[in-house]
């Protein structure tokens, strides 16, 4: 998520939800989302180290299980979180997102500084940097990756549209230049997408590249048994002194939540990746395991194709949205490890804005809405539902009993994750349910994929087309004043809960739990984390 499409594999286990968005960031206020400041999303310029070796001993084998497995390494393409958080050890970008989720600090990029027309970003890249074939890093390689995703069709390229060209006056010096102010660029080039790898696939092709691929992180490409588990190694030479302290990670693909929370107590895997929201009083009790709630960018919403009747009736999505009883789901379903959603934005997300009120759980307002609709009556319709999925399906059920007050009838239809995925992103369904976490410290990932269907996700997989709104969002991407960029995100959720183009439900922080031997093991809102900080 990031993808804007996330698959099953990306989904907590436990909360293994429906997959369609990608893009990640969100907290509660419960949670922490107080401490969380406001830093510059676009530094003029900036110029730090990142932090020197993590604690705790050299060496040793870390084990994660997961509930599913990752489905490809070709960052210009896979949208799954499961992916993601595996490849982004091995591939780096330029900047990388703060810990808070706000901004972007400097990585491979030792410094970066915006021009005065903020048409153009240069980046001066850090010397003695190597891929891990030994291949020194250079301006050539960065243009080649940035060029590699703009030019993907049907996958993130749409992250890198602002983008004109990429230019390299020096073997270390890169400048980005834009077909108009984008304020959002250097976010974007923190996005997985822009991860840097060699020039010319190193003399490979693509997919022989993506079978075996090579970066400059912390983790090199070792084994990957499908189905089964995915084995990075250290890297040597890594370019931050001292790190990583860790031999090898293992991501462990373990279906069952029970066996996962056992493997996890008897010692033989160190975290348990997403662990269900059931099982977290229970697990704060046993001996030797730590349960963590890390704040995420991850909204889950009901969405309605609008290209098939009744749901391009504003009138029905609205009855639809106030027949929600949302705090009756976080505490019933999340077991209160959560918060009602007011917006499709995350209280995390720059331009959140808490007081834009949504459209909340009122019976009298949903039954008024669906008199003033097409189908005063009610209607039939089904609920695309992924099997095996408990959260899902809950919500499923919650939902057939309060649409039957209003005179809808709705079945459910259970298929797979992946037939889930296909269906929806063809707009091969009439309402399902799904999430979105965050990739980057920008509003605009999230805003242009849910708002403009020209960007490739189909309005969330909903097919809701709104010029009004679309004229906002573009005007968003190129505004740099903050309090201007502010009242224009404020407008948009505004109009954006008003249509009910989602039905936005709730906030859920990333829940982990990990053995009291793991240190330094911490997960950014996005999802993703830094395992070079990890030790034993």
């Known amino acids: ?53 993590a604690g705790g001993s050299k060496g040793g084998d870390l084990v994660i299980v997961r509930a599913n497995d990752s489905v490809d390494m070709d960052k210009t393409m896979v949208f799954s979180n499961a992916s993601i958080w595996v490849y982004q050890q091995m591939f780096e970008c ?37 891929f891990h074939n030994g291949q020194p890093l250079t301006s050539a390689d960065v243009k080649f990756s940035i060029d590699e995703s703009t030019k993907t069709k049907g996958g993130w390229e749409f992250i890198n549209s602002a983008i004109k060209e990429v230019t390299t006056p020096d073997d270390l010096t890169v400048v980005v230049t834009t077909k108009y102010p984008w304020a959002p660029l250097l976010a974007d080039l923190s996005c997985p997408n822009n991860g840097i ?19 400059t992180g912390a983790f090199m490409w070792g084994t990957w048994k499908k189905g089964d588990s995915i084995q990075l190694k250290k890297n040597p030479s890594y370019w931050q002194p001292g790190k990583p302290a860790l031999d090898t990670v293992t991501w462990k693909v373990v279906p069952d939540d029970n066996a996962r929370a056992i493997q996890l ?169 799904s999430y979105w976490t965050m990739d980057l410290a920008d509003p605009d990932e999230l805003v242009q994929y849910a708002l403009d269907p020209t960007s490739g996700g189909h309005s969330f997989n909903t097919g809701y087309d709104n010029k009004d709104l679309i004229k906002l969002v573009h005007e968003a991407q190129k505004e740099f004043d903050k309090t201007k960029r502010q009242a224009l995100y404020t407008e948009i959720q505004k109009q954006a809960a008003d249509s009910a183009f989602l039905a936005f439900l709730f906030y859920t922080p990333f829940p982990y739990s990990q053995s009291s031997k793991v240190q330094g093991f911490k997960v950014l809102p996005t999802g993703s984390y830094h395992l070079e900080d990890v030790s034993l």
Not at 8 to 30: D, F, K, N, T, W
Not at 354 to 361: E, I, M, N, S, V
Request: hydrophobic share 40%; proline share 6%; with cysteine.
């Open 94 to 130: 330029l900047v990388a997102m703060t810990d808070d989720g706000q901004g972007v600090k400097p990585w491979l990029a030792e410094s970066y500084e915006m021009s005065d027309d903020n048409l153009s970003c240069t980046l001066k890249l850090r010397k003695g940097i190597k």
């Open 265 to 433: 107590q008897g010692g033989q895997a160190h975290i348990n990746e997403n662990p269900p929201f059931s099982s977290l009083a229970q697990l704060k009790n046993t001996p030797n395991v730590k349960v963590d709630l890390f704040p995420s960018t991850r909204t889950d919403y009901i969405l309605m194709n609008q290209t098939k009747a009744p749901y391009s009736d504003v009138h029905v999505r609205r009855a639809i949205s106030y027949a929600i009883d949302r705090q009756a789901l976080v505490k019933n379903i999340l077991f209160g490890n959560g918060a009602v959603a007011n917006s499709f934005m995350m209280p995390s997300t720059p331009y959140y804005d808490k007081d834009t009120p949504g459209l909340q759980y009122d019976m009298d307002k949903a039954r008024a809405e669906m008199k003033l609709s097409s189908v005063p009556d009610g209607f039939k319709t089904t609920f695309l539902a992924m099997s095996g999925d408990s959260v899902d399906s809950a919500i499923a059920q919650v939902l057939q009993a309060s649409l039957k007050e209003l005179g809808i009838t709705m079945n459910i239809q259970n298929v797979d994750a992946s037939a889930q995925h296909d269906m929806t992103t063809k707009l091969q369904y009439e309402i399902a349910h």
């Open 1 to 53: 998520m990031s993808d804007l499409n996330p698959s099953a594999s990306e989904l907590p286990a436990g909360l293994r939800v429906p997959v369609i968005s990608r893009r990640r960031l969100l907290q509660l206020s419960a949670l922490g989302v107080g401490a969380f400041t406001a830093s510059p999303l676009l530094a003029a310029c900036g110029s730090t180290t990142p932090q020197s070796a």
């Open 197 to 215: 790898i060699p020039k010319d696939y190193a003399g490979k092709s693509a997919k022989e590249f993506y079978a075996a691929p090579i970066g």
